[in-house]
């Protein structure tokens, strides 16, 4: 083997290392890449969907309500399975769903994202300071904060917020 040629064979060997190390950094630091396995959040995000959450989105802001988040599964004690649900209460609110509406603190939210109304009633829930109240936004076939053994999501567990689908198709994620 000449030695042009394996001086390009050691270049493009240098690039694809370089590569596979910058997309590993990406993904463990600043974005989770995650697909959507089940019908949980439709219709803002469908079964099948990939979507991207930015992990740099909470280093210098609290996760707020309504935010769409993608954490560690609380039940889950190995901490492998991730979840994206909306954040429905924030520490020290009073979560309760009635009459096919969520209240909190006693008012009743706007919440055009849902897809249908909810069945049943739940709660009240007192949100712990410190933790989050998740919710999917097809509430009817979501297993969310209300059947949850630990029912709230410590901060520490919420790897980031979500803001984009790209496949199937593009939709940016408020």
Do not use: C, H
């Not at 949850?148 to 984009?164: C, H, M, R, Y």
């Amino acid at each position: 083997m000449s030695g042009t040629v394996r001086k390009e064979i050691i270049s493009w060997i240098k690039t694809i290392l370089l590569a596979v190390v910058l997309a590993g950094l990406v993904n463990t630091f600043l974005i989770v890449n995650a697909q959507v396995p089940t019908g949980s959040m439709e219709n803002t995000i469908m079964t099948g969907d990939r979507i991207l959450a930015l992990r740099t989105s909470y280093w210098f802001d609290e996760p707020q309500r309504g935010d769409v988040a993608v954490f560690r599964y609380p039940d889950d004690p190995e901490g492998k399975t991730l979840y994206v649900k909306r954040i429905i209460g924030v520490g020290g609110d009073v979560v309760e769903v009635k009459d096919g509406a969520v209240y909190i603190n006693g008012e009743v939210q706007d919440e055009p994202y849902i897809k249908e109304i909810t069945q049943g009633d739940f709660g009240p829930y007192e949100v712990p300071v410190g933790t989050y109240f998740m919710m999917g936004d097809n509430r009817n076939r979501s297993l969310d904060s209300r059947y949850w053994e630990n029912q709230f999501v410590d901060p520490d567990a919420i790897l980031g917020k979500v803001v984009l689908r790209y496949f199937k198709g593009f939709k940016w994620i408020s």
